[in-house]
């Protein structure tokens, strides 16, 4: 079992960052990629970022590679999004996920391939 906190979302002006913070409890998070997703007002949850269970490998969507970045400590059992060059476009609900699969696909972000979520933390980015 795996549970999973978000938080450090708030209000930001367009072009500011933020770094948002998923805290995990049970002793298999270092076991477990990670996933950060995203729901915006009336739009389906939506891929944003994943890293592989040691921390090596990490992938983006599209729309934010080179503006986040994903990473965990292992040992604080933390994981992290930082997220810069900030659009209003970013406005949504963030989720932290975690996957035990022994595949692939949660690195582009299978919703299938993720046994565990948190509630969300809403970000909102003003123009």
């Not at 500011?16 to 949850?45: D, I, N, V, Y």
């Not at 659009?87 to 692939?104: H, N, Q, R, W």
Request: charged share 15%; hydrophobic share 35%.
């Amino acid at each position: 079992q795996v549970q999973l906190v978000e938080s450090g979302g708030g209000l930001v002006q367009a072009g500011g960052s933020l770094r948002l913070s998923c805290a995990a409890s049970g002793r298999t998070f270092s076991r477990h990629h990670m996933g950060w997703f995203r729901q915006a007002p009336g739009k389906e949850q939506e891929f944003v970022a994943a890293i592989h269970w040691s921390g090596t490998g990490t992938y983006y969507a599209a729309s934010v590679k080179g503006r986040f970045t994903i990473s965990r400590d292992n040992v604080k059992n933390m994981l992290y999004l930082q997220m810069n060059s900030l659009k209003p476009e970013d406005t949504a609900v963030y989720y932290c996920a975690a996957s035990s699969s022994d595949g692939i696909s949660w690195a582009s972000g299978a919703k299938f391939e993720y046994d565990y979520w948190g509630q969300g933390t809403q970000l909102t980015v003003s123009s």
